[in-house]
C-alpha cells in the first residue's frame, strides 16, 4: 500500500509540474526564428516580418554591422518595448532611423546643402550612422530632439524590409551584458537569448561585432 501511495504521489507531482510547464509556455510568448538568405530573400518571409512590424511587433535582424533590434517607427508602443528593453527612458533614447535609401530623407530631415547631401551618396548604403537635424514631421516620441541619426546600412535584408514597409525601422544595436561577442553575431545564440523578449529574431547569418561609425 505505502509502495503504491509513493507511486501515486510521483505521478500527482509529475502531472502537476507537466501543467504548470504547459502554463508557461502559454503564458511566455516566444519569438518566431526566420531564416532569410541576403543573396535571395524569400518574399513570403519577408512579408511576414512586415507584417510583424506593422502589428507593432519588436524584431531582431541582421544589419551591414552588428544585428539590430527593430520596430516600425510608427507604432509608439514598440517603441516604448524597445526603451525598455534597452532600459532607457524613450525620450532619451538616441535610436538610429533606418531607411532603404536617401530618397525619403526630407520626411525627417531638415534640407540640407549640397555638400552634405554628396557625403551621404557617396558614403550610403554603408556602415555609418549620420546625425542629422531633424524636422517637424519627427513622431511625437522624437519632437524634442533637435537631431536624429541616419542609417542606410549595406545589407540586402534590412533594407527590403524598410523598403516593403513603407517608412523607416527605428534600430538600436543589441549587445550582451555579460560581453559575450557570439550574442551578437551568431543569430541562433541570439535567439536563444531574446526569444521571449521580442516578436521575431531574423536568421541572416553572421554578424559583425563593430557598430556602426557615427558622423
Keep these: ?32 526564428f526566420i531564416k532569410i538568405y541576403p543573396e535571395n ?11 510583424c512590424l506593422r502589428e507593432g511587433g519588436v524584431i531582431i535582424y541582421p544589419t551591414d554591422t552588428v544585428y539590430g533590434l527593430g520596430c516600425d517607427i510608427t507604432h509608439s508602443k514598440a517603441l516604448e518595448r524597445i526603451a525598455q528593453l534597452k532600459g532607457i527612458k524613450l525620450e532619451k533614447a538616441n535610436f538610429s532611423f533606418v531607411c532603404a535609401d536617401l530618397s525619403n530623407l526630407s520626411d525627417y530631415v531638415k534640407q540640407i546643402d549640397t555638400a552634405t547631401f554628396k557625403i551621404l551618396k557617396r558614403a550610403l548604403p554603408g556602415a555609418y550612422t549620420f546625425i542629422l537635424p531633424g524636422n517637424t514631421n519627427l513622431p511625437k516620441e522624437f519632437k524634442k530632439k533637435k537631431t536624429v541619426g541616419i542609417r542606410v546600412p549595406d545589407n540586402n535584408i534590412a533594407r527590403i524590409l524598410v523598403k516593403k514597409l513603407g517608412n523607416p525601422i527605428v534600430s538600436s544595436s543589441i549587445y550582451d551584458e555579460d560581453e559575450v561577442i557570439e550574442y551578437t553575431t551568431d543569430p541562433e545564440l541570439i535567439f536563444e537569448k531574446w526569444q521571449d523578449k521580442v516578436d521575431m529574431v531574423i536568421d541572416g547569418g553572421y554578424g559583425d561585432n563593430v557598430a556602426s561609425t557615427v558622423i
Excluded at 2 to 30: A, D, E, G, T
Aim: proline share 2%.
Design 1 to 32: 500500500i505505502k509502495y503504491n501511495l509513493h507511486i501515486s504521489i510521483i505521478f500527482f507531482w509529475q502531472i502537476r509540474i507537466l501543467s504548470y510547464f504547459c502554463l508557461l509556455k502559454s503564458v511566455v510568448k516566444m519569438a518566431k
Design 41 to 51: 530573400p524569400n518574399e513570403r518571409e519577408v512579408q511576414k516580418v512586415v507584417d
